[in-house]
């Protein structure tokens, strides 16, 4: 008997459009009077990157919509990976939107940011399942299945990975007052941890594109903290 998985296929539009949509009117509508960029200024942690870095979203709505329209296809109907995903991309979406409306609101509620490590754990999580359920860097698949279905989840679990720590740092910095010198050392030991799992996932999944969206990030935080005497150390 052959699955019909329409039911995923419409979910997984429905998921991805209301993620980059709120996404996008975070910044035009400036949920809580500030920008995303504005938002991630005023919680200083050392392993925030530079601005630049967060570009990296535009790839990952691009892979997203990508990956949209290729399983909304008739021809997918049936396509494996659609009953491995299921509503994954629909609890995603939420955590995503949520944690995205808490981080806004905490400039002016600044309790509000511990709510947002629970959500962005949830985006980790929930990207974190499709990955091992769709086998990625393990299974053979067609290269079409590769590029529309794989890529666009380990770029987007790559960035979430650094994201989740430098949330998590900026939450520790605005609750507890650490020494510098302390900050220094656990920006550098987060980073040859990072660093380490890129270099993991390439061994072990063949997985390059989550291996250099963590490397880009990495980057960007030694661009952003060159002036920190620890950060070169890494690097040089």
Do not use: C
């Not at 299945?145 to 679990?157: D, G, I, M, N, T």
């Amino acid at each position: 008997m052959t699955n019909n998985y329409k039911k995923f296929q419409i979910i997984n539009v429905f998921a991805i459009i209301f993620t980059i949509v709120m996404n996008a009117l975070s910044n035009i509508l400036s949920f809580g009077g500030v920008n995303t960029g504005e938002a991630a200024d005023r919680f200083f942690s050392y392993f925030t990157p530079a601005g630049y870095v967060f570009s990296i979203w535009s790839v990952i709505y691009t892979l997203l919509i990508v990956f949209i329209v290729y399983q909304v296809r008739t021809s997918q109907v049936n396509a494996e990976y659609l009953g491995k995903i299921g509503f994954i991309y629909l609890f995603n979406g939420i955590f995503n939107a949520t944690w995205l409306i808490a981080f806004h609101f905490a400039v002016d509620t600044p309790l509000l940011l511990l709510l947002t490590e629970p959500l962005i754990l949830g985006v980790l999580v929930t990207l974190l399942y499709i990955y091992v359920k769709l086998e990625i860097g393990v299974s053979e698949v067609p290269l079409s299945e590769k590029l529309a279905v794989h890529l666009p989840v380990s770029v987007y679990l790559g960035w979430i990975s650094v994201a989740t720590i430098a949330n998590t740092a900026s939450v520790l910095n605005e609750f507890i007052t650490f020494p510098l010198d302390t900050q220094y050392l656990w920006t550098t030991l987060v980073l040859v941890v990072a660093l380490l799992l890129a270099i993991i996932m390439i061994v072990k999944r063949r997985d390059f594109a989550y291996s250099l969206v963590v490397v880009w990030a990495a980057i960007g935080i030694y661009v952003k903290w060159t002036t920190v005497e620890v950060i070169p150390l890494i690097f040089w």
